[in-house]
């Protein structure tokens, strides 16, 4: 079946230490790809996205993604990470560019130790 | 501010009863979503809008109806709830359908007993 998967529910980063998200995706074509995050009661704000292109993207917050086609993932990435990063991490994809809706990964909570 | 507008915040509702939430946005946008998120589910989607006048379903749509009431308005409703349908619902919206960065509400909070 077409999914999305992040494997990681759950990651523990030390502060000033660096994060890999990943996410994993089984759909034919190249999707486009998101990372969303979520801070406990909010609401999702978007980090990055993909299209095409240059397969290393930057987003807010100095968070990037690496798409790789042929492992079929979109990891997310941060060089150090702070306090206010801990929140819930989504993976997304709109499957075909055809029109079709964001389906989402189920998440990994990151927490952040000092 | 422009945005995507939720109602209400929270509601609490006894099995069997009926309720719709709102959803509106000011930013003239074609496309209208709307989700539920559970604990270790991440975010479903229940059904879409890609247009004015046009609505499909998504990945769990059984026990909701939706309406587009006009390109502002996207409306769901719970014709008799259940407790599986407790939940938090976020209600999102996009220019164009594909090309999707979406905005989102601040969310919807449904207990059902």
Known sequence: AQSVTQPDIHITVSEGASLELRCNYSYGATPYLFWYVQSPGQGLQLLLKYF??????????????????????????????????????????????????????????????? | NAGVTQTPKFQVLKTGQSMTLQCAQDMNHNSMYWYRQDPGMGLRLIYYSASEGTTD??????GYNVSRLNKREFSLRLESAAPSQTSVYFCASTQVSGANVLTFGAGSR????
């Open chain 1, 52 to 114: 095409s292109g240059d397969t290393l993207v930057q987003g807010i917050k100095g968070f990037e993604a690496e798409f790789k086609r042929s492992q079929s993932s979109f990891n997310l990435r941060k060089p150090s990470v702070h306090w206010s990063d801990a929140a819930e991490y989504f993976c997304a994809v709109v499957p075909t560019r055809a029109g079709t809706a964001l389906i989402f990964g189920k998440g990994t909570t990151l927490s952040v130790s000092s």
């Open chain 2, 57 to 62: 379903k998504g990945e769990v749509p059984n």
């Open chain 2, 110 to 113: 449904l207990t059902v007993l």
